[in-house]
C-alpha cells in the first residue's frame, strides 16, 4: 500500500517508536541509577557508577593496623610482634571469616600506594617490618615495643557488590540524625492530601455550574478561568501572605492548603468543566424530567461519570503539590522546622553535606516513591482526562 494513501502506514513509524524509546531511557535510566545508588555504601557510589554495581570494585583504601597495647603485642624470638587483619582493624568486618575484599597492591606512603604487592615486606625504618597478605592479613614487628598510634597501610583492594539498608534505615528511622527523612515525609503527605482533594471538590462543583446551569455571567466567568491558567503563581506570593497575615492565618498548614487549592483551580475547572461538557446531554435532561436536582444530578450522575478526569486531575495537583518547594517556602517553612517538607530537607541536605551522596540518593528516592506509585496507579485515566472535550 502506498504510503500516501489514506489509511497507509506512515514511513516515519520508526522514527515514532525510536523517539518513544529514547524518551522512556531518559526518564527510566536516572531513576534506576537513583534507586541502584540509595542501597549503595558512600565509597562504592564514590568509586564507580551505578551501572558497574554488580561488578567487583576496585578502591583505595587508607587502613590502619590495631593500636599497640600490652594485649596484642607479642614477644617472638627477640622481636616484638603485632598482628591482625586491616579490614578487621579498621571495623569493616566482624572477623577474619567475614572479610570479602582482596588486595591487589599496597603501600605505607601517599606517594606510593601500590608500592608492594601482597605477601611482601615493607620497612618502616628503624628495624621495623610490615607484612600484608592480600586477604588483609598483617604481621608488623619491631625490635622495641610499638607504640602510639597503629601503623597507616595504603591499599588497593577489590570487594564485591555490596547493598544496604542502611540508608533507608538512617534517612527514615533514625531519630537521632539530623537527616532523617521520616518527619519531613509526614509533613508533606499533610500537605499533599488536602491540597488535591479541597481543590478537586471545589473545582467539580464550579465545572458542574459552568457547564450545565444557566445564570448571568456565565461567559465572563468561563473567560476569567481561561485567563487565570496564564497568570505566573510567583505574581500572587506576596499579596496571598500579607493576606494571610492580617487573617490571622500565617504560616502553617490551613495557609499553605488555601494557597495550593488557589493556584490549582484555574486548570481543575477547566480541565473538569470540559469534560462536563462532552457527557451526554439526554443522560442530564432525562434526570430533570425525572424530578432530580441539579444537586442530584451532580452526585449520582456527573461524578461517577467524570472519574476520569477528576483522576486526571488529581495525578496533576499531587505531584506538584508533592515536589513542590516555592509555596512551602513562603507558606509553611517555620524557623522551628517542625512542618519542613521533603523538598526543603533534601535542599538542605545538598548545602550542608553534598558529599553524602548515599544519603542524597536514598532521600531523592524516597521523595519520588510515592509520586510514582500515584502516577502508576491512576495513569490509565490521564489521557481520557487530558482528551476531554477536544473531540465532539
Known amino acids: 500500500m502506498d504510503d500516501g494513501m489514506a489509511g497507509g502506514k506512515s514511513s516515519l513509524t520508526w522514527v515514532v517508536n525510536i523517539s518513544v524509546v529514547l524518551l522512556v531511557a531518559l526518564w527510566l535510566f536516572p531513576t534506576a541509577g537513583l534507586f541502584i545508588s540509595s542501597f549503595r555504601t558512600a565509597d562504592q557510589i564514590s568509586s564507580s557508577g551505578w551501572w558497574a554495581s554488580m ?135 499533610t500537605v499533599t492530601i488536602p491540597a488535591t482533594i479541597i481543590p478537586i471538590l471545589i473545582a467539580a462543583f464550579a465545572a458542574y455550574a459552568l457547564a450545565w446551569m444557566d445564570f448571568p455571567g456565565r461567559a465572563l466567568l468561563i473567560a476569567a478561568v481561561v485567563g487565570l ?17 492580617e487573617i490571622g492565618i500565617g504560616k502553617g498548614y490551613l495557609g499553605v492548603w488555601l494557597a495550593h487549592t488557589g493556584f490549582g483551580l484555574p486548570l481543575a475547572i477547566y480541565l473538569l468543566r470540559n469534560y462536563m461538557v462532552g457527557l451526554p446531554r439526554d443522560i442530564i435532561e432525562n434526570a430533570r424530567v425525572d424530578g432530580a436536582t441539579d444537586f442530584q444530578i451532580f452526585v449520582k450522575i456527573i461524578l461517577p461519570l467524570s472519574y476520569p478526569a477528576l483522576a486526571s486531575f488529581a495525578i496533576f495537583q499531587f505531584l506538584w503539590t508533592w515536589n513542590d518547594l516555592l509555596v512551602a517556602l513562603v507558606f509553611l517553612i517555620d524557623s522551628s522546622g517542625d512542618t519542613t517538607v521533603m523538598t526543603k530537607q533534601i535542599v538542605e541536605l545538598l548545602g550542608t553535606r553534598g558529599g553524602n551522596w548515599e544519603i542524597l540518593a536514598t532521600s531523592a528516592f524516597v521523595s519520588i516513591a510515592v509520586p510514582l506509585l500515584v502516577f502508576f496507579s491512576l495513569q490509565r485515566f490521564l489521557v481520557r482526562g487530558l482528551l476531554a472535550g477536544s473531540v465532539k
Open 229 to 245: 491558567l496564564v497568570v505566573p503563581l510567583q505574581l500572587a506570593l506576596i499579596p496571598l501572605l500579607r493576606l494571610h497575615n
Open 55 to 189: 561488578f567487583p570494585q576496585e578502591q583505595n583504601q587508607t587502613l590502619r593496623t590495631a593500636r599497640p597495647g600490652e594485649d596484642n603485642i607479642a614477644e617472638v624470638n627477640g622481636v616484638y610482634q603485632i598482628d591482625g587483619n586491616l579490614f578487621v582493624a579498621e571495623g569493616q568486618a566482624a572477623d577474619i571469616d567475614a572479610v570479602q575484599a582482596t588486595i591487589s597492591a599496597w603501600g605505607t606512603g601517599s606517594l606510593n600506594i601500590d608500592e608492594y604487592a601482597p605477601g611482601d615486606t615493607a620497612d618502616l625504618g628503624d628495624g621495623e617490618q610490615i607484612t600484608v597478605q592480600a586477604n588483609g592479613d598483617y604481621v608488623w614487628t619491631s625490635p622495641e615495643p610499638q607504640s602510639g598510634r597503629g601503623q597507616r597501610v595504603f591499599t588497593t583492594a577489590k570487594t564485591p557488590p555490596e547493598f544496604t539498608l542502611d540508608n533507608y534505615r538512617n534517612v527514615l528511622f533514625n531519630p537521632n540524625n539530623r537527616e532523617g527523612m521520616a518527619k519531613a515525609f509526614f509533613n508533606t503527605l
